[in-house]
């Protein structure tokens, strides 16, 4: 059962503005990359379901924030068929986040009254995400969808839609200013801020630091 109520995530991936997404084998790794995301002020954080075992590492993850991070917000993302949304549920997923939209996840995930942020690249599936319920939605992947223009371009006759870019968004002031300016709703960033050379070097202290300028960039320009 998940420790957050759906629009707690929801309002909080809109307040921050960021939510992190990463993917680590490694239980310690991952377990100090969640530390220094919350120790820069991440609140809400995507890990991904890629690679053997991910179920048994995002398990101990959520047990980790249950006891020593309250406040974080721990979701599954890169879930592509109900099973997998149902199994992570079952683990305490505070949301789920796909590549691509998928009636069954959006059924279950209702029921159970998580959030669902199906990934999207066109108008209309944006439409068919609305349909399922999904509040926000993600772009993806953003920066080959079309970037911050596709953005701007398509709240035109959608103002209404919240959207999360995910891929083609970097920690730099440009790209943030120019994805908050097009107006997007918060963003997803992976590689760019959770680097697999600060990975490699455990430099925990440098990560939290660049989530922390990363949060204060998207509270400048947005």
């Known amino acids: ?45 995507e890990f991904t379901n890629r690679g053997d075992h991910a179920f048994e590492v995002f398990s101990e993850l959520e047990r980790l924030c249950a006891a020593e991070y309250p406040d974080v917000m721990l979701g599954a993302g ?6 997998t949304a149902a199994t992570y549920l079952n683990l305490g997923a505070s949301f ?8 069954g996840v959006a ?6 009254k998580v959030a669902y942020l199906p ?17 926000i939605v993600k772009v993806f992947p953003g920066g080959q969808v079309g970037g911050p223009a596709y953005v701007k371009t398509v709240l035109g006759p959608i103002p209404f839609a919240l959207l999360m870019p995910t891929g083609g968004v970097d920690t730099t002031e440009e790209s943030l200013s120019a994805w ?16 697999k050379d600060l ?17 204060s960039i998207i509270s400048r320009v947005r």
Do not use: Y
């Open 119 to 135: 990934g999207t690249a066109t108008p209309t599936e944006i439409a068919r995400a609305h349909e399922l319920g999904s509040e």
């Open 180 to 195: 908050f300016q097009a107006g997007v709703a918060c963003v997803g960033i992976g590689s760019k801020l959770v680097s």
């Open 96 to 103: 789920v986040v796909g590549p691509s939209i998928d009636d």
């Open 1 to 45: 059962m998940a420790r957050h109520a759906r629009l707690a995530v929801l309002n909080t991936m809109v307040e921050i503005g960021l939510v992190p997404v990463f993917h680590h084998g490694d239980l310690e790794t991952a377990r100090s990359i969640v530390g220094a995301l919350n120790g820069g002020g991440a609140r809400v954080i």
């Open 107 to 112: 059924r279950v995930c209702n029921r159970r």
């Open 199 to 215: 990975v490699a070097r455990a430099d925990w202290s440098a990560l939290q630091q660049l989530t922390s300028d990363t949060i």
């Open 78 to 83: 890169t879930v592509i068929d109900e099973a």
